[in-house]
């Protein structure tokens, strides 16, 4: 039985209903009425989904399919039907007492400044800076990094709303010019022009049809190598993306003219990245089948006429990342007889796997990436889930770990062979980033920008990481962030998050609406489950395929533990994630119920039988099985959100957010998963779904937006909690 109190100890939201006793509800609604807040139940109803006759037969098995219909997201039906969710959705969001004031504070919150760690080109630094509360960040140039730089471009000027986004910037290797991605709406598909950095003025070179990857340049300036799809591919927010392509553009000349330079054919979902070294010697390619966690390398000698890309490594059978080059020797970052990564240097001269030679061996920690700046190679470690970082020579030695301020997250560490310093960006759960310079001849970092914070303090909370065992006895680590003092009562609001795919491991950041949350007396918690990336390749493998139920059952853990524990109860948990943490979320609510107040499942993967339909999503068959391979089907079957709701079911109250311009995740996926919830308990707690107009996967989305999804996300979970507008939780001593 799961129910919500309010003061006075009053059982309010639904208990079995043959339990209830008519006064102990008449009192619970009017208590709930008198402070503004809106129910589920008969006084309102969903919006008409029409239930279909499609059945798809899998393995011998059928499998109905009623909102296959939705798929079509561009119909007068789809369309109708998505209006009228909306409407209902603000319209019951907007009756949530408080919730406007949830939005205020937010933006108060995030109304700091935010700077990127600086990056060398040329006899420029260039990084970008928010002011505040600025949609996108804009972009400045700098001869000294200890002077005030100058702008060299702003996203803002280009949309009203906000939506156009820089997505990422290519430098000739004398600084000079700048090639630089946008993005509209939220889609992956970007936009490719060239600024002279002196001037601010772009060329007429303009490059459409870019997906998945940055640009590089050759060390003349004379070009660059870009990722994309042949035109004819198309842009539609369905179509699937096939052929992977690594493209050279010839400065001045037009797109019609651009070379490929590397395309593999013998399968649709092979994706590419090229980049040329930084003495310019070689064009370095990668090939990655799916998302797979395995790769090819080629080579081609830029300065030999007519040099043909030739094969380093040959076949994917492991890890493959290359780090850097000295000469003829190319460091590279593998996993290969190593599953938490190791780096090995291979003379392209002489690539035979015998000739490698060890420089940094496997170590207990988790290696995720590696830099070679002036003259050393910069380790990033996860230890447990958090970041060390290591110096070495590039012959191996050992020189000293860099200084980091807490236990979070440190990323940067860019630059090139001869460089004195470098940056790097550093940030925990309580605290927003700073940027950090390091000497790299002493080894001392020094805070070169960070924010100076007036509406947040951050020494007001704390963060305790703590292990519990999994349903298998898997020990799972977990970061719980609070006030200092919370009292173990079972009676905190808690949010709880998670993601577990994909190799990406969950670290510890700073975000306003973490803040936001920890502030109004809020516990965030943050898990690191199985299929992430955190402690290596047989971590990641152990929620992949045939084994993603052990994520499902390490979620489920955390939550049983947080309960155990009396950080909170079942009442006072809400849970969120996105991408494959939205599949996340809806999975679990769908095997554990009774654990959940609220579910919010954004831009989530809902439908596990056609997921590889649309856009990209054949690539993740890598990480979550085929429907072609009866025991994977059945897996897949077994979880699939579409496919495991159940009718009288008493469900979280659950919110569901996508974009419509989600061209990663398709928003059918979340169109089918709340027509099926809503239908199987139309008179149960709330089953919404909040469509996002010209917004898609979350890259680049404007601050404007963003903070009106979380002030509607907190005020879902606070009126499923039961609590008050001015509830602020027991904020210890």
């Not at 914070?453 to 349903?471: G, I």
């Not at 533990?561 to 999975?587: F, H």
């Not at 005020?715 to 039961?722: N, V, W």
Request: aromatic share 10%.
């Amino acid at each position: 039985m799961r129910e919500h109190r309010v003061p006075g100890g009053i059982p309010v939201n639904k208990t079995p209903r043959s339990h209830w006793i008519g006064a102990i509800v008449a009192a619970g609604l009017a208590y709930l009425v008198s402070q503004g807040y809106a129910l589920a139940g008969p006084s309102w109803s969903y919006p008409p989904a029409r239930r279909s006759d499609q059945v798809d037969v899998y393995h011998r098995i059928s499998v109905a399919d009623p909102y296959r219909w939705m798929e079509d997201v561009d119909s007068p039906e789809t369309r109708a039907w998505v209006e009228s969710e909306e409407t209902l959705t603000r319209e019951y969001l907007a009756k949530i007492a408080g919730r406007d004031a949830i939005g205020e504070r937010l933006k108060e919150l995030w109304n700091y400044e935010r700077w990127s760690a600086p990056e060398k080109h040329g006899s420029g630094w260039f990084y970008s800076h928010n002011s505040g509360l600025q949609n996108q960040s804009v972009h400045f140039v700098t001869a000294d990094p200890s002077e005030p730089g100058r702008e060299l471009f702003d996203p803002n000027a280009l949309s009203t709303d906000g939506t156009v986004a820089f997505k990422s910037a290519a430098f000739t290797d004398d600084g000079q010019l700048m090639a630089y991605g946008l993005s509209e709406s939220g889609s992956d598909w970007e936009t490719w022009r060239v600024r002279r950095v002196a001037t601010g003025q772009d060329l007429p070179d303009l490059i459409r049809h870019a997906k998945y990857g940055s640009a590089s340049w050759r060390k003349d300036g004379s070009g660059f190598y870009y990722c994309g799809y042949q035109e004819s591919d198309g842009e539609s927010l369905k179509a699937a993306s096939t052929y992977h392509t690594l493209y050279f553009h010839r400065l001045g000349r037009p797109q019609s003219s651009d070379v490929i330079v590397y395309r593999r054919t013998d399968d649709v979902d092979w994706f590419i990245a090229g980049s040329v070294s930084d003495d310019g010697r070689y064009l370095i390619v990668t090939a990655t089948h799916g998302d797979e966690v395995q790769n090819t390398i080629l080579v081609q000698e830029l300065r030999k006429p007519a040099a043909a890309l030739k094969a380093l490594i040959a076949e994917p059978r492991a890890s493959f990342v290359p780090i850097g080059n000295v000469g003829s020797v190319l460091y590279v970052q593998t996993d290969q007889d190593a599953p938490r990564n190791r780096v090995v240097a291979i003379d392209l001269h002489h690539p035979e796997t015998v000739g490698w030679r060890s420089v940094i061996p496997e170590a207990a920690d988790t290696l995720t990436s590696v830099s070679l700046v002036g003259h050393q190679l910069i380790a990033q470690y996860l230890s447990d889930a958090h970041s060390v970082v290591r110096r070495y020579t590039t012959a191996g030695k050992r020189l000293a770990d860099v200084p980091l301020p807490g236990i979070g997250t440190a990323e940067g560490f860019v630059g090139r062979i001869d460089d004195a310093v470098t940056y790097f960006a550093y940030t925990d759960y309580r605290t927003p980033v700073s940027i950090y310079r390091l000497d790299l001849k002493t080894g001392s970092p020094t805070r070169w920008r960070g924010p100076r914070l007036t509406e947040y303090k951050p020494d007001s909370y704390e963060t305790r990481q703590v292990f519990f065992p999994s349903k298998d006895g898997t020990r799972i680590p977990m970061f719980i962030t609070a006030h200092k003092g919370t009292v173990l009562d079972g009676q905190n609001p808690t949010l709880l998050y998670g993601y577990g795919g994909f190799n990406v491991p969950e670290q510890p950041e700073f975000t306003p609406a973490i803040a936001g949350w920890l502030e109004s007396g809020g516990v965030y918690v943050a898990v690191n489950l199985r299929g992430g990336g955190e402690y290596g390749r047989a971590w990641h493998e152990a929620g992949m395929k045939i084994h993603k139920q052990n994520v499902f059952d390490d979620f489920i853990g955390a939550a049983e533990y947080l309960i155990v524990e009396k950080w909170t109860s079942r009442s006072r948990l809400a849970i969120q994630g996105a991408s494959n943490g939205g599949l996340l979320i809806a999975a679990v609510e769908e095997q554990r119920p009774e654990l959940f107040a609220a579910a919010i499942a954004q831009v989530g993967v809902m439908d596990m039988l056609r997921f590889r339909e649309f856009t990209i999503g054949k690539g993740w068959e890598s990480d979550y099985g085929s429907v072609d391979s009866e025991s994977e089907f059945r897996a897949l079957r077994a979880y699939s959100p579409v496919h495991n709701v159940r009718a009288n079911v008493d469900y979280p109250a659950t919110l569901i957010l996508t974009g419509d311009h989600d061209d990663r995740v398709f928003p059918a996926h979340s169109f089918k998963f709340a027509a099926a919830m809503q239908a199987a308990d139309p008179n149960g707690r709330p089953v919404l779904i909040r469509i996002d107009l010209r917004a898609g996967h979350g890259a680049g989305k404007p601050l404007a937006k963003r903070v009106d999804e979380i002030a509607d996300a907190y005020a879902f979970i606070r009126q499923a909690m039961g609590l008050p507008p001015d509830f602020a939780g027991k904020r210890g001593g």
